[in-house]
Antibody, heavy 121, light 112 residues
């Protein structure tokens, strides 16, 4: 079955760090552009970061310098290392696959169920 | 705040047609970047509804259609059904931030 499964969310204090994982099955992560998208409670979708490859990654202004996206091709898994967490980072974090590996305007054709991150003291 | 603006809500009776707009600018939709649409049912992950402006993935009913013109895009739902009650988001790229993906503000569709 083709799917994405995110893990690693939880309750963390402001300033803390957390690593999210997204394990893919049914396709090879290294052949795809992969993104993280988040959704704060009751709010809309916000793109966070994309990994084209190990060497080419991009970030939203709101997380640049604090978050780092990476992948382990041997485990077919995408990661999001989050540090310097803020209350406003509280959200459900989704892993999403892009349907094409060729431009900045690809659609997300596969989503995980998400993992909740709560930043609070 | 998002660079793609959608109406907060639209509503219609069963069987009617509703249209959701997605307004951008010259650095995103107006620059020719493709627009995609997602449906998010309550408590679930988003689902791709329309890709590359007007294409439906396999399994998406043809009641859903998309278009793009100038700096805007639209999603139309014809023959509205109770199961269409959900949040809808547009998505594209904005050239002002390298590698960025941008989502619209989201629209809640209510079936009366």
């Amino acid at each position: 079955e083709v799917q994405l499964v995110e893990t690693g969310g939880g309750l963390i204090q402001p300033g803390g760090s957390l690593r999210l994982s997204c394990e893919a099955s049914g396709f090879i992560v290294s052949t795809k552009f992969m993104s993280w998208v988040r959704q704060a409670p009751g709010k809309g979708l916000e793109w966070v970061s994309v990994s084209y490859s190990d060497a080419e990654t991009y970030y939203a202004d709101s997380v640049r310098g604090r978050f780092s996206i990476s992948r382990d091709n041997s485990k077919n898994t995408l990661y999001l290392q989050m540090s310097g967490l803020r209350v406003e980072d509280t959200a459900r974090y989704y892993c999403a696959r892009e349907r094409a590996a060729q431009s900045n305007a690809n659609a997300f054709d596969l989503w995980g169920q998400g993992t909740m991150v709560t930043v609070s003291s | 705040q998002s660079v793609l603006t959608q109406p907060p809500s639209v509503s219609g009776a069963p069987g009617q047609t509703v249209t959701i707009s997605c307004t951008g600018s010259g650095s995103n939709i107006g620059a020719g970047y493709d627009v995609h649409w997602y449906q998010q049912l309550p408590g679930t992950a988003p689902k791709l509804l329309i890709y590359d402006n007007n294409n439906r993935p396999s399994g998406v009913p043809d009641r859903f259609s998309g278009s793009r013109s100038g700096t805007s895009a639209s999603l139309a739902i014809t023959g509205l059904q109770a199961e269409d009650e959900a949040d809808y988001y547009c998505q594209s790229h904005d050239s002002r931030v390298t590698g960025s993906r941008v989502f619209g503000t989201g629209t809640k569709v209510a079936v009366l």
